[in-house]
């Protein structure tokens, strides 16, 4: 995705993530003291929520595909309706995709 369709994105004003608290994509800031962390299941029900927020957004297809092109060391929170583990792997999934076509191509 090119820069121009990169900002479009961001200013779009149809996104469901729109004045949410960032807490709820990112988790909370390392900076927080440890009793004020959250814990697993807080994780798991954070994560749940954002998931079905995105489920409902209108750009969620492009949004995730914006993600996908930032690298897999840039990948952070929530975003697309995906975690960054999760992109990071449809990144190496791609990846090997591509290595599996151009292996198939030269045999
Ligand atoms: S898919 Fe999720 S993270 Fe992306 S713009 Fe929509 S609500 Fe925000």
Redesign the pocket.
């Known amino acids: 995705m090119d820069e121009t369709a990169l900002k479009k994105?961001k200013d779009?004003p149809d996104?469901?993530?729109?004045g949410t608290d960032l807490e709820l994509?990112f988790g909370p800031s390392d900076d927080v003291p440890r009793e004020l962390r959250e814990t697993k299941s807080e994780e798991v029900f954070r994560i749940r929520t954002?998931k079905a927020?995105?489920a409902g957004?209108p750009?969620?297809v492009e949004?995730?595909e914006s993600e996908l092109t930032q690298g897999i060391y840039n990948q952070h929170g929530?975003?697309?309706?995906k975690t960054a583990n999760e992109r990071q792997q449809l990144i190496r999934d791609r990846r090997d995709q591509v290595v599996a076509e151009r292996i198939g191509e030269v045999a």
């Open positions: 994105l779009w996104r469901m993530c729109q994509w954002a927020v995105c957004c750009i969620k949004c995730l929530v975003r697309g309706g």
